[in-house]
């Protein structure tokens, strides 16, 4: 098991070997939400296995699982998720859990090991001259054009954004935004009414940014698609990858609460599930500021997909100055 800790509602991916079902694996993509397995296990049949070898590779966000039946045969890759630990930080372990409350299972383990896995990344891009700031821009060339309008049926402030994704050393999204002057800012918050959709690596809320640029600097608070609850993300400057550094689950319409607030260059992001309840501190990120920062709001379909367009609706977009 990786697990980002001891917390019973934690972040974790999983690789076991059942009673009776064979080999199955499981993740929870965000603290407190549902657990989701791969619908992959691997059975053998008429006789129920009673051993296996069994291994995890993580390759930054990508946690592969692989499984095989004696020491001296060929891995075989069962499945393949996407789990983002908070700060890239977790534990490395051995789990058994019995299922029943009334009993006490047993597992007995041999030749476990634990090795660093060197996974390439690609070089930081090189800059060309900041690119002008635009109120309703697509930062990062996505596959279709963003929208922003007010909704009548909603009675809510519509966002619609393609885009692969907020992530790596560039981002592909679609930002409705303003910029002030970074020393007048104090803070920003909105009303997620509805970011829901099946999306693993969408992403709809609240961006503080240096540049239009799409390897600037930035932090977001917001929904994370698939319903997996409130995302703190942030790349401290540009070109940098970007950095994972909390995700909580809400509820299962992935609507919430979100404020982003500037202390210098370190932002704290909150959430709460309820107008009238207190805000909820997520983490704090820091980001390189010029004499400039760009604040609005930020949807990415989180896919390469040519049709892919998500939407987030929106009430009580407020930005406090300083």
């Known amino acids: 098991m990786l697990r980002s800790d001891n917390s019973d509602n934690a972040v974790f991916a999983f690789s076991y070997l059942t009673g009776n079902n064979g080999i199955d694996n499981s993740v929870r993509r965000s603290k407190g939400a549902y657990v989701s397995t791969s619908n992959k296990r691997y059975k053998t049949d008429p006789v129920a296995q009673t051993s296996a070898w069994l291994r995890i590779v993580k390759k930054m966000e990508t946690v592969e699982f692989y499984h095989k039946a004696n020491e001296a045969d060929e891995w075989t890759l069962q499945a393949t998720e996407e789990v983002f630990f908070p700060n890239n930080s977790y534990r490395v372990g051995l789990a058994v859990t019995s299922h029943y409350s009334s009993h006490r299972a047993e597992g007995t383990f041999e030749d476990f090991v634990v090795e660093e896995y060197l996974f390439p990344t690609s070089a930081p891009s090189i800059s060309t001259a900041p690119t002008p700031w635009q109120p309703n821009v697509d930062i990062g ?3 279709r054009d963003g929208e922003a309008y007010y909704g009548e049926s909603c009675e809510c402030d519509v966002v ?49 940014r240096s540049t239009n640029d799409d390897d600037s600097s930035f932090v977001f608070v917001g929904g994370a698609g698939r319903d997996q609850g409130v995302v703190l993300l942030s790349r401290p400057n540009s070109g940098a990858p970007a950095e994972h550094h909390k995700m909580v689950y809400v ?30 501190e997520l983490g704090t990120a820091s980001m390189e500021i010029s004499s400039s920062i760009q604040v609005g709001k930020a949807v990415t379909a989180g896919s390469d997909d040519s049709w892919a367009l998500e939407t987030m609706e929106t009430r009580n977009y407020n930005v406090t100055l300083v």
């Open 141 to 143: 060339e996505p596959q």
């Open 251 to 280: 509820n299962n319409k992935n609507s919430m609460w979100v404020k982003l607030a500037k202390n210098g260059t370190d932002i704290m992001a909150f959430y709460k599930e309820q107008e009238g309840d207190e805000y909820i």
């Open 160 to 208: 619609k954004g393609s885009g692969r994704e907020i992530w790596g050393s560039s981002d592909s999204f679609f930002f409705v935004n303003d910029q002030f002057a970074s020393s007048s800012i104090e803070s920003v918050e909105m009303q997620i009414q509805k970011f829901d959709n099946w999306r693993l690596n969408s992403r709809g809320g609240l961006m503080m």
